[in-house]
């Protein structure tokens, strides 16, 4: 048997998933796809994530790899689904909210991880009741100073340690990370906050999100948000805002189109 390995590129909405990641008594996509992969290849299959995403939010964007067991022989090599054009069949074993977009080779040391080079994440809040927007946005009914809230998100991409923003007692050796992008626009009835980075920390969009709304609802200053940042310390940062409005959107790999 020869070991191959292959990205799958998938999209989900995580409002019935305790998150990306296997855990124990709680379901998520990771445990919905593998189980998934492994019907449908008959062979039990591990896949690996580009990241993890927390329990409700969504990925319009997502990578992980898996290693396929394929058959020497070519009698048995006939028999065994192609893994390119099995995209249709594994969608319909997997629930409506998970969804596979492609699958292909890669080199045998491939990451989907560790080889990422940029991520990007969109925050969405509405401003007025929407049944469509439910778990899909946060619905927040005060004004907002958006262009201080620009203005502090500019701060972002001059820094490297956000310590202030991250959970604590993760496993990441460092919580530095290089922002590229950080702005809020106008979106549908309500604001789209966009970031780009070559990595993310551990609930940090949500908290960075969290902390520039205390700047748009002048409750601090532009310099108190440096002082946070700089602080290195998550008491300090602003409250997280809720899930539901949180999506991975790109995964960016210097080998993928």
Known sequence: MNKHRYFIELAYNGTAYHGWQIQPNAITVQECLDKALSIYFRQPI???GCGRTDTGVHAKEFYAHFDLELAQAEELRSKMPNPESSVSGINSLLPYDISVKRIFKVANDAHARFDATERAYQYHL????????????WLYKWELDVAAMNEAAEILLVHTDFSCFSKSNTQTFTNNCKVTEARFQA????????IKADRFLRNMVRAVVGT???????????????????????SNAGQSVPACGLYLTSVIYPYVN
Do not use: C, W, Y
């Open 46 to 48: 591990a896949s690996l």
């Open 187 to 194: 979106g549908d009835d309500g604001l789209v906050f966009t």
């Open 126 to 137: 509405h401003f007025h009741k929407d049944p469509f927007k439910l778990d899909r946005s």
């Open 212 to 234: 520039l709304m205390r700047i748009g609802k002048n409750e601090i200053s532009l310099d108190q948000f440096k002082e946070v940042i700089e602080s290195k310390d998550r």
